[in-house]
């Protein structure tokens, strides 16, 4: 099994900054890719940012580029999200996910983080 385990969100002020994380652990064999997602009261689940594991080439939601940064550390299977400038429009639940082949396997799955809150207000 692979475990996700989230950390970081919390309640900042509009024009403030959180940084997420995000660590899996288990059987991982190879992570291909990881990202955040993120999930506001209402609405669909969304993709905020992506990054490839192999050469780092990311993928961000233009309502965040500019603001958002994401990185990755693969010796820790950990990635990062750092949020600067944040918005009340960014509050919402973030989701970690990660496209992983477990050892033993070929097959690659998405495996998800339990959800860490960011709510942003005055």
């Known amino acids: 099994q692979v475990q996700l385990v989230e950390s970081g969100g919390g309640l900042v002020q509009p024009g403030g900054s959180l940084r997420l994380s995000c660590a899996a652990s288990?059987?991982?064999?190879?992570?291909?890719?990881m990202g955040w997602y993120r999930q506001a009261p209402g609405k669909e689940r969304e993709l905020v940012a992506t990054?490839?594991?192999?050469?780092?080439?990311?993928n961000y939601a233009d309502s965040v580029k500019d603001r958002f940064t994401i990185s990755r550390d693969n010796a820790k299977n950990t990635v990062y999200l750092q949020m600067n400038s944040l918005k009340p429009e960014d509050t919402a639940d973030y989701y970690c996910n990660a496209k992983v082949r477990q050892l033993f396997t070929t097959l690659v799955r998405d495996y998800w983080g339990q959800g860490t809150q960011v709510t942003v207000s005055s």
């Open positions: 990054v490839i594991s192999s050469d780092g080439n990311t």
């Open positions: 288990g059987s991982v064999a190879m992570i291909n890719a």
